[in-house]
Structures are given as structure tokens and as C-alpha cells.
């Protein structure tokens, strides 16, 4: 099978070896394991500092092409420029492959979905790892994605694949995943809701991010007598800003010599997990997500997901009608209602540990060896 790959996530050589961020190489491996023939059409440049990882297949074809941006009045000059090249570049590719895989949201997926309309009896997915709530807020290009896509007089013979379930969609529109753990990991973590509760935040320490407000979390949550600790996995933009603050918070506290707040930076995947075996509720106030891999991994520990209510979260934590609390975690509205919450479940220890045991047999159901059976039943389709 010749498979074509369409994204704007860049591959970059290094070490002479082709790299690309460690956890699009993880997923696309297990695509690349199905095929003879790989092709990637996608930039090989990247200014930005990138967590990657080679991929295990080493023997396949690039086709450079140039990121289309849009921030600045020269990129977007440019971009628009070098979109007639694209197009023809895209169409020979799609024209010669078996199976085209395209990865969206992005500028070089929207102008490759709207490229793959020309060609209605090749096989196609679409990876859409961003929002696909109908009701989000988002730029015109992913709207004009997803609208594109959606429409099956315009896109035939494809799959698209998206986080979540959602209401009025179209049939080409199918409810997707995505997993870290083999089913050799599957194990009860049994947890014990004991002060000092654990806190755990995975992820960029960025605006979008809002870690700060767990920052300000753990603050009311030690004031109003429920001594709790925070420990942050990852780097950022807002690292010293939050450190600051949490130190000023440590020495005013009631205990000055209490260590409250934890900061590690980057880790491997092997301190991370162990973060999530020793922490009882994990944190993700998120102002966009796709499917929020730190959310389903905490879960899988037993860990009682906070998370604010984009994408697919509400689906993943068991929520209805708007409400702050499902079968598997906690809607975050605001810190007051969050710490209700948290001051009643301490008090239920049945009910905690409950939402706790629902939380890993959901996450556990997602495993690697799921996720790649149903890849392969996409490829031979």
C-alpha cells in the first residue's frame, strides 16, 4: 500500500535521523507499520524549540514544502505565493497514492482538503486532533476545515476522525481516540485521599494552559485548612513567573517551611507516570484542546481529573447538562465551586474512591493495542 501523509507538523533531521514531535512520531509509527510505501508531504523547518524523537521506520519519502503563514503582511505574501506550487505538489502526491492520510487543523491541511475534493475515489482520513464542537471558537481556516470535510458532497471516500461525540453530524464524521498505554500496563492504582492531597499539572506552562490557576488553587485550598501540595510536569513562558508567586505563597504561609510547590520542568515519560501514580487529582484549565492526553493519562492512574469543559472533557469525565461534577471527574468553573467540591468528596471517602476507579477502567479501555486494530481497520477499509 502506498500511504501518503499530509500535516504541517514538521519533520526535521537530526542526528541523522528524521525526527518529529515524540508524540505525532508515536502515533504515526503505528500507521507506518501498515504500509509499504510512506510519503509525507509536510515543512522541514522548524524555528521553535521541539520535544521530538525519531521514527522507528527510517526509509521514506519527504516532500518539502514551505509552512503557509499568515501572522505578518511579508509570510502572508509569500504563502500566498507559494500556494499554486502546493496545490500542484499536493494533487500529483494524492494522484499517486493508495491511501491519503491528512492531519488537520492547519493551513496545509486546509488547502490539501480542499485539494482532495478533485480526487473522489481515492481512500481518505482525516486525523482532526483539534475541537470539533460545533459550538467552539475558532479561526476561519479550522471552521472552513471543518465545514469542508463535513460536507459529503464535496468530500467522498473519507473518514474523518475526531475527539468526542457530537450531535447533527454527518455521517463521514467518526468519533475517534487516541492512546499511550499497551494493555500490559492495565493495573488498579488504588488511591488514598489523604492530607496532603496531591495535585498534578502536565503540560506547557502557557497562557492557554492557565496554570496559574491552580497555583491559586492550592493558596485557598491550604487557607481554608485543606492542606494540599501542587507539582507541575513541563516548561513554559509563564515558569519563573509562577515560581515567583508560589514562593511568595510558601513564605506566607501558615507554615513557612512547608514546601507546597513543585516545579520539574521537562521530564521522561517514566517520572511523569510516577508523578501521576503518587498524585490524587490531576489539573488542566485549558482554553483549547483535542483530545487532552494528560487528562486520559492522569485518569489512568486513578488520578480525579479538574479540567475545564473544551472539546471532548465533558464526554471524557461523564458530564451532562452543564454540570460541574460526572462519573469520572470535575467540570472547572471556578476555584470556590472546585474547592466545594473537593471539601465534600473528603468527607464521602466511598464516593471519591468510586469516581477515582471510574476514571482508570475508562482510560484503560483506550489502549495502544485498541488504537492500532482500529487503524488497521481504516487502512483496509
Not at 463521514?172 to 499497551?182: D, E, L, P, R, V
Not at 467540570?331 to 468528596?345: A, C, L, S, V
Amino acid at each position: 500500500m502506498k500511504l501518503l501523509i499530509i500535516s504541517d507538523a514538521p519533520i526535521l533531521r537530526l542526528s541523522d535521523k528524521k525526527e518529529a514531535y515524540a508524540p505525532y512520531v508515536r502515533e504515526m509509527d503505528l500507521w507506518m507499520q501498515h504500509a509499504s510505501d510512506i510519503s509525507f508531504v509536510c515543512p522541514t523547518r522548524y524555528q521553535r524549540k521541539l520535544l521530538t524523537q525519531p521514527f522507528q521506520e527510517q526509509d521514506f519519502k519527504i516532500t518539502s514544502l514551505r509552512r503557509l503563514e499568515f501572522h505578518n503582511i511579508i509570510s502572508a505574501l509569500i504563502s500566498l505565493i507559494t500556494i499554486p506550487y502546493q496545490t500542484i505538489i499536493l494533487w500529483n502526491a494524492m494522484r499517486k497514492a493508495d491511501h491519503i492520510h491528512v492531519r488537520c487543523p492547519g493551513n496545509l491541511a486546509l488547502l490539501a482538503s480542499i485539494v482532495q475534493i478533485t480526487l473522489p475515489r481515492k481512500r481518505k482520513t482525516i486525523k482532526y486532533a483539534g475541537n470539533f464542537s460545533p459550538n467552539a471558537s475558532q479561526p476561519l481556516s479550522y471552521r472552513w476545515q471543518k465545514r469542508i470535510l463535513s460536507n459529503t458532497s464535496l468530500s467522498k471516500n473519507i473518514d474523518v476522525l475526531v475527539y468526542g461525540k457530537w450531535s447533527g453530524q454527518s455521517r463521514n464524521i467518526k468519533s475517534f481516540f487516541t492512546a499511550t498505554y499497551s494493555e500490559r500496563d492495565k493495573k488498579y492504582f488504588k488511591k488514598e485521599f489523604k492530607e496532603p492531597l496531591q495535585f498534578i499539572f502536565v503540560g506547557t506552562l502557557s497562557p492557554n494552559k492557565n496554570p496559574q490557576l491552580l497555583v491559586e488553587l492550592i493558596k485557598l485550598l491550604n487557607h481554608k485548612g485543606i492542606v494540599s501540595q501542587a507539582h507541575f510536569y513541563g516548561d513554559g513562558i509563564l515558569m519563573d513567573k509562577l515560581k515567583n508567586e508560589s514562593s511568595l505563597i510558601e513564605v506566607n504561609s501558615l507554615n513557612g517551611s512547608e514546601k507546597t510547590f513543585y516545579f520539574y520542568g521537562n521530564q521522561p515519560k517514566e517520572v511523569v507516570q510516577n508523578g501521576y501514580k503518587k498524585a490524587h487529582f490531576s489539573f488542566l484549565a485549558s482554553q483549547s484542546e483535542g483530545w487532552p492526553k494528560a487528562v486520559a493519562e492522569s485518569m489512568w492512574y486513578g488520578c480525579i481529573p479538574i479540567a475545564t469543559a473544551v472539546s471532548c472533557v465533558p464526554w471524557m469525565l461523564g458530564v451532562s447538562d452543564n454540570k460541574s461534577l460526572g462519573s469520572r471527574g470535575i467540570i472547572f468553573t471556578d476555584i470556590d465551586n472546585t474547592i466545594e467540591i473537593i471539601r465534600q468528596f473528603l468527607n464521602q471517602q466511598e464516593d471519591i474512591n468510586l469516581l477515582s476507579q471510574n476514571a482508570q477502567e475508562w482510560s484503560q479501555d483506550y489502549t495502544l493495542e485498541r488504537f492500532e486494530d482500529e487503524i488497521v481497520k481504516l487502512l483496509r477499509s
